[in-house]
């Protein structure tokens, strides 16, 4: 690369291939960051509902939860931030041949998300910061576009991530150069709508069950008053609201993928070679001549429910359909189907959960108190999390070896700098500290909150700037 | 178009050379604040004062880079090619800032607060400085177009790159000193006033300072930036000096602030500027041109939109934050005026 003495005595310690470690460190700091995207995403709108009940019916108790609510906020948002920022360094330092060969396409959703982020970055300020001194529905309001941006944000991202899986909307010349783009084709790309609900939905099922099993954990532990019951209410409630849709799109999407991803689909119901009355294989494995071993196999049902119109007569076609340089590796199949199993187990143990959420409240008018539902509940935050990585690994790990699919490899996309497995260490160190800093400070302010901090408590609603002198509560006069 | 696009990308690097720019400045008077009694209360202005803003702050960056490999992904690769070294340490650089410094309002210990205090100031210093490398390395031409990768070690270990470093981590220093006093002034601090404005004064001295061998380490490592800057971007820089100076005699004489700080602002946006159009055409000097490395038409359209949906959506925010910041109105934690403090609680 260089003649320099530096250079000369630095390269051969760091001459490692650089590809799986670019690899690993994207695949970690994506799988950090995305923990925090729901809590971006849906906590704001959890905080809206507590504080619009707090405003319109002067409940004081929804009122504190919003109030400690956008404080935890204030936390995991500039984490969020910053792991975020982190990743647009990543784009670069880590695949910039993809970057470079596809940026005028890839890059056009971001244009859109940094506007949507932007947004939710300065509206979020505002929320966080306008509790005292703002009238109490002139502050409501500067939370809803925190909301919209979210969702909107979230959109945008995954947008660009769905076009690496269906990549349209421009066109290449005999070099294989982009040299015409069609903005609206690349964002409302094929896979887009359908990835991007699935997104959106576990934002809001997994920041619901997360903050709704820290007050199921404090039920159990027997702090049972109304403000750990409506903490928990609003939360699960949005979960559960969110997972029987969240149960229609992924059946929509993972049919999308079997029309459009054949390869990935394979992978994801373990069929090494094309047939038809193909069975849903729980568990097991495939084995590196091509036989699946292991698990226990449900007849005709993977057939069966990629086209129910033909039944377990759908043919379903086989990773041997493709050169093998061309379909991720039989590790990386078996951790497609692992993950799958995982996600829609625990998938389908959630809807359960939100079933008998439901069912309590419409025959006895109240949410479930038994001990067995609220330790399920306060399982459920990180039983989501493992949920939503679970299905994020099945649709990144499926479309391996491509970066886009059927046009670029990873290896081709990624860096020559030989140091990555330096920086991926680093990230590594630097993220678990991160990680468990952003923990333990979440647990402290709540017990600080919990213990009753004078300073917190006192934080009245609304205005009362250093003049004119405002009586303590202000009373809180609905329109 | 392209041109447009290349405007755009400036507009966005201006923009957080100011608004960053300051806010990583405030982290190094944080830094040099002292120990924890005598540097309590100018920690205390630099956190009321940076609090609700810094995320919003460091959204132009994004912006940056969005701008940057959406519209010349070429460009964007050969940086992120060969300034791997300094961009991953701003990376880091700006996870332990950005967390430290939210981390910091939510501990009450002495030890934690030092402990977060000073992870946040050091990469304050840490980050603009790589930036500065960065913005040297592609203005001495050591980043070369095509998709290879340029020298790993000497594209930002060099004189420009040093200098660049240097002169951003002084000119953000003394941009956040400037805003610094106009906070303090706003909160009725005047102790404060003074001891910003004499941090903004050395600070401009010091800018001074470096900029004057500046000229001749471009002169000779940097030569296609140096004509530029000594022709054509020729107004700018002397436009620079002018604000420069402008801005502390206001601040001296204490009444003019909001012009003070006007000043001080039109003397980065006038060196940032000044930058740009010294190394126009090029977005890479001297092997690649803006026009060249453009990306397709279609794709500068959605970059056009989006940023009129920028100036549409995303200013007014942007004003309406800094206009409630300016009048109090987001008072945070943990602060409190004077005023405040005389109220019963």
């Known amino acids: ?479 | 178009m392209s041109t447009t696009i290349a405007v755009v990308l400036f507009v966005a690097v201006t923009a957080y050379a100011l608004f960053g720019g300051a806010d990583f400045g405030a982290g190094f008077w944080d830094l040099i604040a002292g120990g924890a009694k005598r540097g309590e209360r100018p920690r205390e202005v630099i956190d009321h004062s940076i609090g609700p803003v810094w995320e919003a702050n460091h959204v132009w960056l994004i912006f940056v880079f969005v701008v940057l490999w959406t519209g010349f992904p070429d460009a964007y690769a050969s940086i992120t090619l060969t300034l791997f070294v300094p961009l991953t340490l701003a990376a880091f650089g700006i996870v332990l800032r950005g967390s430290s410094f939210a981390f910091r309002k939510t501990v009450f210990r002495t030890r934690d607060r030092r402990n977060f205090g000073a992870a946040f100031a050091i990469s304050s210093v840490l980050v603009p400085y790589c930036f500065g490398t960065v913005a040297g390395a592609v203005a001495s031409g050591r980043v070369p177009a095509g998709g290879v990768a340029g020298d790993p070690w000497t594209s930002w270990v060099n004189p420009t790159s040093v200098l660049g470093g240097v002169l951003a981590v002084v000119v953000a220093a003394y941009l956040a000193a400037v805003y610094l006093v106009c906070d303090a002034r706003r909160i009725s601090d005047p102790s404060m006033a003074a001891y910003f404005r004499v941090r903004a004064e050395v600070a401009a001295v010091v800018a001074g300072l470096v900029a004057i061998p500046g000229i001749f380490i471009l002169r000779s490592d940097a030569r296609y930036l140096f004509d530029g800057l000594t022709s054509r971007a020729l107004p700018l820089v002397i436009a620079s000096a002018i604000c420069g100076t402008a801005s502390l005699f206001l601040l001296r004489r204490g009444t003019a602030d909001r012009y003070a700080r006007a000043f001080s602002m039109a003397a980065v946006v006038s060196v940032v500027v000044g930058w740009g159009v010294a190394q126009w055409p090029y977005i890479l000097p001297t092997s690649l041109k803006v026009s060249a490395a453009a990306a397709p038409s279609g794709t500068l359209n959605a970059l056009l939109v989006a940023t009129i949906g920028a100036v549409v959506i995303v200013l007014p925010g942007f004003i309406l934050l800094y206009v409630l910041d300016q009048r109090s109105l987001l008072p945070g934690e943990g602060v409190t005026t004077p005023a405040e403090a005389e109220q019963p609680a």
């Open chain 1, 1 to 479: 690369m260089s003649g320099t003495v530096l250079s000369g005595v630095v390269q051969p310690i760091f001459a490692v291939n650089p590809v799986p470690w670019a690899r690993a460190q994207m695949a970690f700091t994506l799988a950090f960051h995305i923990i925090l995207v729901p809590l971006g995403v849906s906590w704001a709108a959890m905080a809206l509902i507590a504080n619009y009940r707090g405003v319109k019916h002067n409940d004081t108790e929804a009122m504190k939860l919003a109030q400690r609510w956008s404080k935890y906020m204030a936390v995991t948002f500039a984490v969020g931030a910053v792991t975020g920022t982190v990743l647009t360094f990543e784009f670069g330092l880590l695949w910039p041949r993809f970057m470079g060969q596809w940026g005028e396409a890839f890059g056009v959703p971001f244009a859109f998300e940094g506007l949507f982020f932007f947004t939710e970055a300065i509206f979020i300020a505002i929320y966080i910061y306008g509790w005292r001194r703002l009238k109490p529905w002139t502050h409501f309001w500067t939370g809803v576009p925190v909301v919209l941006t979210g969702i909107l944000g979230s959109v945008s991202v995954v947008a660009a991530n769905a076009w690496m899986n269906s990549p349209s909307g421009f066109t290449l010349d005999s070099n294989g150069n982009v040299t015409k783009v069609d903005p609206m084709k690349v964002i409302f790309n094929d896979a887009m709508p359908l990835m991007a609900a699935h997104m959106v939905m576990a934002a809001y099922i997994v920041g619901g069950f997360l903050v709704a099993s820290v007050y199921a954990a404090g039920m159990l532990r027997g702090r049972r008053d109304r403000y750990h019951r409506v903490g928990f209410i609003i939360a699960f409630s949005v979960a559960a609201v969110a997972t029987p849709i969240q149960m229609g799109v992924g059946d929509s999407l993972a049919r999308w993928t079997y029309n459009n991803q054949p390869i990935k689909f394979a992978a994801i119901e373990l069929v090494p070679q094309t047939a038809s009355d193909v069975p849903e294989t729980l568990f097991g494995h495939l084995n590196s001549d091509g036989t699946v071993s292991g698990g226990i196999p449900i007849p005709g049902l993977a057939s069966w429910l990629s086209d129910p119109t033909d039944g377990t007569a759908t043919v379903i076609q086989g990773l041997d359909t493709v050169p093998a340089d061309q379909r991720p590796t039989t590790s990386q199949v078996n951790t497609v189907h692992l993950s799958w199993d995982i996600m829609v187990g625990l998938g389908t143990m959630l809807f359960l959960l939100s079933a008998w959420y439901w069912l309590c409240w419409i025959f006895k008018r109240r949410m479930p108190k038994s001990r067995a539902f609220l330790t399920l509940a306060a399982g459920a935050g990180v039983a989501s999390v493992v949920t939503m990585e679970a299905g994020w690994v099945v649709s990144e790990v499926g479309r391996q070896p491509w970066i886009v699919y059927n046009l670029m490899k990873v290896e081709d996309a990624a860096t020559g700098n030989t140091g990555v497995w330096i920086t991926f260490l680093l990230v590594v160190a630097l993220y678990i500290g991160l990680g468990i800093t952003t923990v333990l400070i979440l647990r402290k302010m709540s017990k600080r909150a919990r213990d009753g901090d004078v300073s917190e408590d006192q934080v009245p609603y609304g205005p009362n700037g250093p003049p004119p002198p405002t009586p303590e509560r202000e009373p809180v006069t609905v329109s």
